[in-house]
């Protein structure tokens, strides 16, 4: 049954059109006595994480996350002095580092995502998650999140849905802080991954975390993510990039009632304001897909009263 | 808080010192006031399929699939009739068929389970799911399954533990029926699968399911199955075969109380008698180790007071 009363679920969002397109759907799909209804079990939403429940500017945070860790383990490592891409990120030059291309961040990813147990791993993102800030609010890294995707989460759960995250990033990486922070447990949680490897260490079993990609959950990636993880394809799914293109076309390709939501990043005052061009989040395609097919694109300047729980950069 | 009241939720179990493991260790956890009790989201427990939760004899149900799959498919494949190991079965010949090793059941699986979309192979496997017969019982093979090992999933999900299949089967097989026979939805299903492609077919988007193996759920492969579906480690696990042994040990390998259960096939007159030489769900070192670290094993025979839903062998 869709949650009624005289609360206003989502609080945050100003009542334009987007709004009315969130409540329309849930209700169409979720209330009962409504021709459409779905039944709860096959209430599946997946979300994107970068740029959709939390910001990426002015770099990826799980990037953030790597380049403090090389900076943290650059004594154990003196060779570093001479080698690319860690030399330039050691004299600060993050620029220079990233003109490696894929090969650079591969490096960068792999020395400090792997070598580990998933403990060891997962108390490392801890800690970093407890005490990195963001360079330009100084706030908390999981302080960056939007208020109103907390409140469209919590709507949909209210509403029977099961909310799922369908990330490029890692997956153990976001399991460290999305039940907390979300409400999205880590079983519910989908991304990228590395190879692990099951061992035994002082007859103690542990799972390795090994320097070779296992699974990249972007692209037509999220697709095959979801159906790996979850198996059903969902009914509604949200995301703010090109990355996001075919999981939105996936839900979207199902029968019945579904629903396809871009966040479209537009305040440049109170977040950012990128899109086509952006090395981060690009969102050309996508945007032209959402035009065509008429997906729902929100205006965050436009549609959302509040951007972070804190308010606004 | 654990289920209390005059009604047995386990009736198809006798009253032997393994169902008192089981009450104990569920109690333990999930009762109100237990020094030991377990958060409910972290109530993980995982199950194997194959010889855990339905019979394994005389083949692999999924194999038994797969030969039906080869004898509909032969009419369009006359080069098989030259062509090992398809040959072999189709002259009705599985020794000769298998003696060609791995490489003849990855072929067998291959062609029958690869080169269609996730939508038609899920409605192939319904299809026999709902007309193929077990050659010795004659029931559905959906009916081979466990009744006291349905109940003991009901069980724990009574007391409010999340159930998982974790299977060196196929994802995509389980799937289809392990929802409507397990209460187990398909987001909680772990098995082995192939790679997916995302394509587009005539402008709608399909998941083709492509000749490659992407996964193998199988021994040391289940810990690392169980982290990346479930983020979590198991506080129980439920398994038959030298296939779970690592799979137990994870569960087992974390802090606080932990379960581990063997079914041992022991029973020849109602089900199957075999472990250490079987070629299909060998329970050998695994059964070592239960002895040894004090596991709990079934003995079907004593244990179990019905087997099937319908009655046994």
Do not use: C
């Not at 469209?152 to 759960?157: E, G, I, K, V, W």
């Not at 939501?261 to 440049?268: K, S």
Request: aromatic share 10%.
């Amino acid at each position: 049954m869709a949650q009624t009363g005289s609360a206003d679920p989502l609080p945050s969002w100003n009542d334009t059109a987007t709004k009315k397109a969130i409540v329309t759907f849930v209700e169409r799909v979720a209330k009962a006595g409504s021709p459409d209804l779905v039944p709860p079990a096959e209430r599946i939403a997946t979300f994107d994480n970068d740029g959709t429940l939390w910001a990426e500017q002015p770099i990826y945070f799980q990037l953030a996350f790597a380049l403090d860790r090389i900076k943290a383990l650059a004594p154990m490592h003196p060779e570093w002095k001479d080698k690319e891409p860690f030399s330039f990120l050691l004299k600060g030059d993050l620029k220079g580092a990233l003109a490696g291309g894929e090969a650079a961040i591969f490096e960068i990813v792999t020395v400090t995502h792997s070598g580990m147990t998933t403990v060891e791993f997962d108390q490392i993102v801890q800690e970093w998650m407890s005490t990195a800030r963001h360079p330009v609010t100084k706030r908390l890294y999981t302080e960056m999140v939007y208020q109103p995707m907390l409140e469209l989460l919590a709507y949909l759960r209210a509403n029977e849905f099961k909310t799922f995250i369908v990330s490029g990033g890692g997956i153990d990486f976001m399991r460290v802080f999305a039940e907390r922070v979300y409400g999205v447990p880590p079983e519910q949680t989908v991304g990228s991954s590395g190879k692990l490897n099951f061992e035994l260490r002082d007859g103690k079993p542990v799972l390795m975390k090994m320097p070779e990609l296992s699974f990249n959950d972007d692209k037509t990636g999220k697709p095959v993510g979801i159906q790996m993880h979850i198996g059903r394809r969902p009914i509604a799914a949200f995301g703010n990039s090109d990355g996001d293109l075919q999981m939105l076309e996936w839900a979207r390709g199902g029968g019945g009632v579904r629903f396809a939501l871009l966040v479209h990043h537009t305040d440049a005052e109170r977040e950012w304001a990128y899109d086509r061009t952006s090395s981060i989040g690009r969102l050309d395609k996508a945007l032209d897909t959402a035009n065509a097919m008429g997906w729902t694109v929100v205006d965050m300047k436009a549609d959302w009263k509040q951007i972070f729980p804190f308010g606004s950069k």
